[in-house]
């Protein structure tokens, strides 16, 4: 193949990474970037609207109820319990909007938590006694204060006991924690979207940048061979 033949194709090649990689970047800064950002913005005016937001006391620490006790008891059952990754800058008491991933995680696990650690009131009747629950025996008819401990699938309903401490997972903390969970996910989803659009479009430039420079050395003078 002779020297012209070479640069012909090593240019064909060229114009075609570079064609490759400006479309490439089209798709992910012109259609795709747009399309996860227009979510994004789209799911912060929801939370703006909504105004929920997270209590901080004077000294910018996180609290539940008055108490940074109360908020470090969340954070466990949230850091522990369900194993998430807290990003505590993210937690911010200048902006205290729920509006992060973060802090759509610590408004599920403060109402799982209460929600946890409420007091049911459990009727037994004389049909019902004895009976041992948690190790406590009830010989004696009557209303007993049980804090329910455990979620709603963990809760036998043939059970005279956990039938009654179902209901502390009323209708609307299943509703709210399936609507943060959701958010949550939404959320992740509109990150992941902009982050993978973006390297779709810095790879793409990357690729014309490499067409453009593969057409430039082909423009290049030959080298002096030497004989044999």
Do not use: C
Not at 86 to 93: A, F, G, I, Q, T
């Amino acid at each position: 193949m002779d020297l012209h033949a070479l640069r012909i194709r090593v240019r064909l090649l060229g114009i075609f990474l570079l064609l490759a990689g400006v479309t490439l970047a089209g798709v992910g800064f012109l259609y795709g970037l747009p399309q996860a950002e227009n979510g994004l913005d789209s799911a912060q005016a929801m939370y703006k609207e909504q105004g929920v937001t997270l209590t901080y006391n004077e000294d910018g620490e996180l609290t539940d109820r008055g108490t940074t006790e109360g908020a470090q008891a969340i954070m466990d059952l949230l850091e522990n319990d369900f194993e998430y990754p807290v990003n505590h800058d993210n937690l911010d008491p200048d902006d205290p909007l729920i509006n992060t991933r973060d802090e759509l995680m610590f408004e599920y696990a403060t109402i799982t938590y209460h929600v946890l650690h409420t007091a049911v009131p459990v009727t037994l009747t004389d049909a019902d006694v004895p009976i041992t629950y948690r190790n406590v025996t009830y010989t004696e008819p009557g209303t007993y204060n049980i804090t329910l401990e455990h979620y709603y699938a963990h809760l036998d309903r043939t059970n005279v006991v956990e039938r009654q401490l179902r209901n502390a997972w009323s209708p609307l903390a299943l509703s709210l924690t399936s609507a943060l969970a959701g958010a949550h996910a939404n959320q992740a989803a509109g990150e992941l979207a902009r982050m993978t659009t973006l390297g779709f479009g810095g790879l793409g430039l990357l690729i014309a940048a490499t067409g453009g420079a593969v057409i430039w050395v082909s423009y290049g003078r030959p080298g002096q061979s030497r004989p044999a």
